[in-house]
């Protein structure tokens, strides 16, 4: 059995296995030990403090194996992004052109710098060890987040984005990055990625404020705008599901896709029950999969069979004691559908994303 559950200093060792398995690109998941702590301590900090409104809260969540022990996986919630170091952003915009004499009307794409401080709530740090891609477990890890924001969501902002991790190919190399940021910052992608981790100021003070005209950049760098790494396509189809669409921006190093929905229409936040635990079972029952969890600050979540009972709901007994739950605790759950492929689209993997209308 696989229990989401909120990050200790236990597990930084775990975290920079993760970390080196992720590669280059998941910016939220550095391979960096000292960076990785910060984060801990971070989330450690905002559990212990959740206040009655989003205030910038990291919350960063692990996945764990109880039969083993370890920890193969990690996402991550943070409840407004902005403040004191903003969200950066390339918003895609039209410029049109237009000559009478010639009869010449043309819309070009470009691409327009975003400083945020006032931001959405975002989603990220999502990653799972490749042993454990099987089963639901990639959604389970994804939507187990949506559900913490469903029981706490005064707690995060009313909008919700994720940014996507972009084209980077096996060395760390974007060619969205080669186009435009190198030129300003005369360093490697890898590198700015890196210190995009420690500091966004660097950001502000370099990265160009005039409109980048799409069409005058290699045609390479163009293919790739709004386009995701292969590893996060069945990340995306996942969020789509769930009621995320293009926003009309992308990631200022590799130009990945943003997407968003506002929080109260994510289906998990929708469709999930708050309810009591009426009894605990030994009897292996069968029904539906769902993703059930506690109400509590320390969050646990895992994949279980439920049923109706007296006014609340059966666990089986493992679930129970995974989750820390007895007879009378409330309990959140949600179906574990799996979202039909005829209503998956698929942002940016057909046409870049500046051809497909804004959101």
Known sequence: MLVFRPVTLDDLDSLMRLAEQAGFGLTTLPKDRELLLDRIVDSERSFQGMGRRPRGDMFLFVVED???????????????????????????????????????????????????????????????????RKDGNGRMLSLARLLFIAEFRDRFDPMVIAEMRGRIDARGGSVFWDAIGRHFFDIEFPKADYLSMVSKKFIGELMPRHPIYIPLLPQEAQDVIGKVHEETEAALKILEHEGFQTSGMVDVFEGGP???CRRDDLLTVRESIKTVVADVSDEDFESDTFLISNTRHQFRVCKGQ????????????????????KVGNAVRYVAMRRPPEKEVSHVGKEEPVYKQPMG
Do not use: M, W
């Not at 992004?81 to 895609?92: K, L």
């Not at 609340?312 to 007994?317: E, Q, S, Y």
């Open 66 to 132: 109880v039969k083993t022990g370890e920890v193969v996986g990690t996402a991550g919630i943070i409840s407004k992004v902005g403040g004191f170091e903003p969200f950066y952003a390339y918003r895609i915009e039209r410029a049109v052109h237009e000559s009478e004499s010639l009869g010449v009307h043309k819309e070009v794409p470009t691409l327009h710098l975003v400083e945020e401080h006032n931001g959405p709530c975002e989603i990220g740090s999502l990653f799972l060890d490749r042993r454990y």
């Open 258 to 260: 943003i997407v968003r």
């Open 306 to 325: 439920l049923r109706s009972f007296n006014g609340g709901i059966c666990l089986k007994t493992g679930t129970a004691l995974a989750l820390q739950l």
